[in-house]
């Protein structure tokens, strides 16, 4: 049979604008977001596009909208607030549908977030190595990434590139590599604790994207994919159904990140997540049964479901329709049927360092259990014994299953159970697990299975000065709500700051009237975040009722910045802020390196104390570091950190105190990134500035470098 294309349409026309309503009425909150799941943009379009033909003008309309409304929740709400900053969870990489925008648009923003996204979101920025991704399941969440979060990097990867940015290695290094290994695992039903179908469907778009691109043959890919469908059709399928289970086995182990009740039930849900790749494939009758299973059972009264249903659904119809005009594609399909038994014996999960030559676990074939959700028989521990495993000392043990309990009457098994091999400690842990168990038969009633545990956004915790003291002054150049372009809107990459609202509720804002003197605004600098730029020539003057309020009467301040100096050779002055020749608070960097200066006279004329970091301290040229001045006026101290280590600490700077309560005057420049217009500026890139109440404690200072360090994806 063909594809139903009636009946796709109507289930289409029927649900497409109550979700479009859902979305256009959303909030721009968490629950707002929801609905965004599994990239409503890329859906609204992509819907917007094949119903045409049919639609009014302003039903086109309303689908159009509801995908603008989609940008405004992920991009806007969610990826450029300052807790996230493009850092998303590996499993909220959703690239497409902001790739679709600017495609359509022309929208700058879309297309610069597209990219930042891909350089900043878990598992897809470039500090991801191989053993984070290795396992299709993640081992360890969140500080592993499994089969859908290397699925989603890549997609990102290709979508930035489409959107001009250069390949990163990190693409044919890590991702690509962990990709195909991912298909090994599941292919011999290896993968850590289960295998579930739609997340061999989201890999498998990931592939084909790749053959797209030239990286992968098409031959590659296809030799990659259809061993994981037998083993798929021969564990999951549900022929009453047309859908397959939402997992290969029964239970998966109590106390799994990923653990689901609903194991063993049909998900047609979530059908259309593999149907293509089944087509694409050419295992057509395969790809047919999911698409009607799908049509008669997929529930889309949801942003998330209908998102899943719909995200590559329409490529399938283009896809069936050459195979349709190409006579040379011969359907394909297992070779062995249906209802192969994948029971013969497999090497340890760590296979690749495994010749699955030991076989040495015995059976007590008189103790059986059904409903085990990894061994058919109760497995003895009494009869291991050690073996040998190349490399890999943690898959020491082995469990080997006997074929023959497949044919005995009074073992009722499933399938998905005959898989895989444990090492000795889990097995005798799923022993004590199995036997306290209900072995009745799960239910067989569909449900509609969750495909995670968790569906709302990820929140990333921001760095949030009053942490660690009381914020006077906060200049973050990585907040686009804090700074202004000439006209008083947000910048754009490229343009001019000229202006930078404080971040705290003091309003000690900073303007640069002239645009000679203004620094420029870099998106996705550094973990995905946007910092202003300099070059020696640009900065700002404090106004005199700000310097004064910053500094007058206190007991002390603590600095701190953020910032990539990238030019050690002349003089770069960060801050001064004083009282005629009194110079109250003056910190730079010397040409010598990048040694820090620092001059404090307090305001009651007390002596000057004028320090320099340590020789052999200094920081490396063209690298982000995090320098702290902790200004001790009334307890007579100074400290100087660089990237959380102390290199100063000064008990008697011959202080008297700051406790006069005179204003700053403009004797003495108040300023601030640079010494006078056009002189002795920073020249690198600034992430931010805080500025203290008081010396913070020890504690404190490393607890915000700390913080500093997971915002800017660093280690200081």
């Known amino acids: ?80 607030n300052p807790a996230v900053n493009y850092v998303a969870s590996g499993f909220w990489n959703f690239s497409s549908g902001m790739r679709m925008h600017w495609e359509r648009t022309g929208d700058e923003l879309s297309r610069t977030s597209v990219i930042a996204l891909s350089t900043s979101a878990a598992f897809s920025r470039d500090s991801t190595v191989l053993a984070d991704v290795w396992d299709a399941n993640s081992m360890n969440p969140p500080n592993n990434g499994g089969s859908r979060e290397v699925a989603y990097a890549i997609t990102a990867h290709l979508d930035a590139e489409a959107c001009g940015a250069a390949r990163r290695p990190i693409l044919t290094t890590v991702l690509i590599p962990a990709l195909l290994h991912h298909f090994d695992q599941w292919a011999t039903g290896l993968a850590y604790t289960y295998v579930r179908p739609f997340m061999i469907g989201l890999s498998c778009e990931a592939l084909i994207r790749l053959v797209s691109a030239g990286l992968v043959t098409e031959a590659e890919a296809k030799a990659k994919m259809n061993p994981v469908f037998d083993y798929i059709d021969a564990t999951c399928w549900d022929a009453g159904t047309n859908s397959f289970l939402y997992t290969d086995r029964i239970g998966v182990p109590p106390g799994d990140a990923w653990a689901s009740t609903d194991d063993g039930l049909p998900a047609p849900d979530l059908n259309m997540l593999i149907a293509p790749a089944y087509q694409w494939c050419s295992r057509i009758p395969r790809a047919e049964a999911l698409w009607q299973g799908a049509i008669d059972g997929a529930y889309v009264a949801n942003g998330k479901q209908f998102n899943q249903s719909y995200r590559w659904a329409f490529q399938q119809l283009a896809w069936a329709a050459q195979q349709v005009d190409d006579p040379d594609i011969t359907p394909e399909g297992p070779s062995e049927g249906e209802d192969t038994k994948f029971v013969t014996y497999r090497s340890c999960t760590k296979f690749s360092c495994c010749d699955g030559s030991d076989i040495i676990l015995g059976l007590d074939s008189s103790l059986v259990i059904s409903g085990a959700p990894f061994i058919a028989a109760k ?54 697990w199995i036997t306290e168990q209900d072995a009745d038969v799960p239910p067989t009633d569909p449900v509609t299975p969750p495909e995670d545990p968790v569906v709302e956004p990820p ?26 372009d000439s006209g008083g809107a947000a910048p754009t990459n490229g343009e001019k700051i000229a202006t930078v609202l404080d971040a705290t509720a003091n309003n000690y804002d900073i303007t640069q009237t002239n645009d ?35 500094t007058k009467a206190r007991a002390g301040l603590t600095i701190a910045l953020v910032a990539k100096l990238t030019d050690f050779t002349s003089v770069q002055l960060l801050l001064r802020m ?21 001059q404090l006279r307090p305001q009651d004329a007390g002596v000057l104390y ?8 200094d920081p490396a040229e063209d690298a982000w570091h995090c320098w702290v001045y902790k200004l001790g006026f009334a307890s007579n101290t ?4 660089l990237d959380g280590v102390q290199l100063l600490d000064v008990t008697d700077i011959n202080s008297t105190g700051n406790s006069d309560n005179t204003d700053c005057t403009g004797a003495d420049s108040n300023i ?39 915002k800017y994806g660093l280690s200081f």
């Open 672 to 710: 601030i990134f640079f010494n006078d217009y056009g002189s002795a500026g920073i020249v690198g890139e600034i992430g931010e500035l805080v500025v203290w109440d008081g010396a913070i404690s020890d504690t404190n200072v490393l607890n915000a470098i700390a913080s500093l360090e997971t």
């Open 610 to 617: 004028d320090g320099y970091s340590p020789p052999g301290s």
């Open 459 to 484: 929140v990333v915790a921001p760095f949030n000065a009053s942490d660690y003291g009381t914020p006077v002054w906060h200049l973050d150049f990585t907040n686009n709500s804090n700074l202004q």
């Open 1 to 80: 049979m063909a594809l139903n294309e009636a009946g796709f349409s109507a289930k289409l026309l029927a649900n497409v604008f109550p979700r479009a309503t859902d979305i256009l009425n959303a909030p721009l909150d968490d629950n707002g977001l929801a609905l965004y799941y599994y990239d409503a943009t890329r859906v609204f379009y992509l819907a917007h596009d094949y119903l045409s033909p049919l639609l009014s003008d302003a039903q086109k309309g309303t689908l159009i909208s509801a995908a603008l409304k989609g940008i405004q929740l992920y991009r806007d709400y969610y990826l450029r």
């Open 638 to 641: 100074f400290e100087m950190w």
């Open 516 to 550: 000679t003197y203004r620094p420029t605004l870099l998106t996705g600098a550094v973990n995905g975040y946007q910092v202003g730029v300099f070059t020696g020539a640009e900065g700002f003057e404090i106004p005199l009722a700000s310097a004064s309020a910053i």
């Open 578 to 598: 004083g009282l005629g020749a009194n110079v109250r608070t003056d910190v730079s960097f010397m040409a010598a390196n990048a040694r820090s200066h620092v």
């Open 379 to 432: 497995l003895v521990s009494t009869t291991l014994s050690a073996g040998t495993c190349g490399t890999c000392d943690r898959y020491n043990y082995y469990i080997s299953y006997n074929a023959n309990l497949l044919n005995s009457p009074s073992t009722p098994i499933y399938s998905s159970q005959i898989t895989g091999m444990l090492c000795k400690g889990l097995l005798i842990d799923y022993i004590n």
